[in-house]
């Protein structure tokens, strides 16, 4: 099992992506595009089969559109997914795999999907959490970073939308958190802003938090746009449901915290290996839960702290689900729908105890999985759902082909287009992502690459030691084997049993062939 063959380099191919072509296309007649990313939203909606949540919004639009039941992203955590679903490239060939990774660290001039549309003629625009909040790029869009008034001034332009609060007693503590965190370390994470408390339920209207004011820039914006004589691209980061849970009271009010099912599995999976699991420090970065962030073999979290936790995050789902109705009733009223298409995705999925653990950062099903809705004008069958296996590398060629302007070689991705007019053809026979697990993280302190591969029964992952300097595999370590047909929840890790030791060659063998060879024939 030697991966060193699949960590990809700056190849004749990855050179062509970094060359803007250099002549502008005739676009009037291209569709307008927008796309949308909610932040850490996992596939669970009430068209993914959630009966317990609330998504009206969501749920109708899927009507319109298609829904991907099997989407999945190269790496679960902001940055490193935003980076290669952005460039149509992955992660070890943008070489990005942590948030302070910027996608222009290695390659400057790589040409991100807005920037390529732009070349189409297309004028770009983008609104919320797009790349990693600190982790810019002005340079994809004609309009890069639009925001509300109310968080354009100085105090508010460097701070992470996450640590906006509207109680008063919030904001003032957490001024004084942020001073004692400078105290202790002058270059603290986001400013010492991220974050304050971990919920906030507060008798305020939509628009006074962040995701509801920048709904109303959105359809502010568009309605300037679509009287252009030129199509739009437009992308719209929500930035809910990630951690700090923040949401008007009538959206926790739609759910009683004790009847909302906690996670069936709050234990590791059997026979993994520790260090696949992430400790759940991001839950740290909110200061009244400093003091219970930890790994999950250490045991679960305390049970008012998980319901709070759980009840928060199907809250922060149901505000942006209103969030995104608004901005679909604005579309329909414009009559925007018959020349604009729209891709809705979370950037990865999230734990809610399963496993025992929360946050994301790992290659797990519920950490990789994500829900992903296709509109296009003229669909033949809308409201359809498909199974095949696809992944957010797939979204820049798709969004290419349906726009009508052509496809770059270089991508990495494959355009799922004729899965919008036949969702059960024959498709891709595996997905791939990936995690770079470091030592400060890691339950023994080692660094670790593991390389994951999805084909529609088997979730099989490889372990290497990982060469941080030269960003490379290097020895073998351990493998990882999961059959969804009898254990969809991933609790049993059977890549050690005598009987599965053909299988797991034969997976390994398809693994290192790579992305190229599991494309659809």
């Not at 992470?160 to 904001?171: R, V």
């Not at 809705?373 to 590398?393: F, H, M, N």
């Not at 060659?505 to 398809?510: G, V």
Request: contains cysteine.
């Amino acid at each position: 099992m030697n991966m060193k063959k699949h960590t990809i380099h700056l190849t004749l191919a990855l050179a062509l992506a970094l060359i803007i072509p250099g002549c502008k296309k005739e676009a009037t007649k291209h569709p307008n595009v927008i796309f949308i990313s909610f932040d850490d939203l996992r596939p669970e909606l009430g068209c993914y089969g959630n009966e317990e949540i609330k998504t009206p919004n969501l749920d109708r639009f899927a009507e319109k559109g298609m829904v991907f039941l099997n989407t999945y992203c190269q790496v679960a955590v902001c940055q490193p997914s935003r980076a290669s679903y952005m460039t149509g490239l992955r992660p070890d060939s943008v070489g990005s795999w942590h948030l302070g990774d910027h996608h222009r660290g290695v390659h400057p001039d790589i040409v991100t999907m807005p920037q390529y549309f732009h070349d189409f003629g297309y004028y770009t625009v983008s609104i919320g959490k797009i790349f990693h909040n600190h982790v810019p790029d002005s340079i994809s869009f004609d309009k890069p970073d639009l925001r509300p008034d109310k968080y354009k001034t100085p105090e508010m332009i460097d701070r992470d939308a996450e640590s906006f609060y509207y109680d008063d007693e919030i904001n003032e503590e957490l001024a004084k958190v942020r001073e004692e965190r400078l105290t202790k370390n002058p270059n603290a994470y986001a400013g010492g802003w991220a974050y304050g408390r971990a919920v906030e339920c507060s008798e305020a209207p939509d628009s006074a938090f962040y995701d509801g004011a920048q709904t109303i820039l959105a359809l502010e914006t568009i309605e300037r746009l679509k009287n252009k004589n030129q199509p739009f691209f437009l992308a719209l980061g929500y930035f809910r449901p990630h951690l700090p849970f923040v949401a008007p009271k009538k959206y926790w009010d739609l759910y009683d915290r004790d009847s909302i099912p906690e996670a069936n599995n709050p234990f590791l999976p059997v026979d993994a290996p520790g260090f696949a699991m992430n400790s759940t420090y991001e839950l740290s970065g909110c200061y009244d839960l400093e003091n219970i962030a930890r790994h999950p073999a250490m045991g679960p979290l305390p049970d008012s702290i998980r319901k709070t936790l759980k009840h928060g995050y199907y809250a922060s789902v149901s505000y942006v689900d209103a969030c995104f109705g608004k901005l679909i009733n604005g579309l329909e009223e414009m009559r925007l729908l018959d020349n604009t298409v729209i891709v809705i995705i979370g950037d990865h999925g999230w734990k809610l105890g399963e496993h025992g653990s929360w946050c994301k950062q790992t290659n797990y099903e519920n950490d990789t999985q994500v829900p992903m809705i296709v509109y296009a004008p003229g669909i033949k069958r809308p409201g359809q759902k498909s199974e095949r296996l696809t992944e957010l590398v797939d979204i820049f060629p798709t969004l290419c082909e349906l726009a009508g302007i052509e496809i770059p070689d270089y991508l990495q991705g494959t355009s799922f287009v004729p899965l919008l007019n036949d969702p059960g053809r024959e498709w891709k026979s595996a997905i791939f992502s990936q995690f770079h697990r470091r030592p400060r993280v890691a339950i023994d302190g080692q660094r670790y690459m593991g390389y994951g591969m999805r084909t529609e029964r088997y979730h099989y992952i490889e372990w290497y030691h990982w060469d941080n300097k030269n960003k490379v595999p290097l020895d073998s370590v351990t493998c990882e084997l999961y059959d969804h047909s009898v254990d969809p929840e991933e609790n049993y890790n059977i890549a050690a049993r005598e009987e599965n030791s053909e299988l797991v060659k034969q997976l390994s063998e398809k693994l290192n062939s790579g992305w190229r060879e599991a494309r659809p024939r």
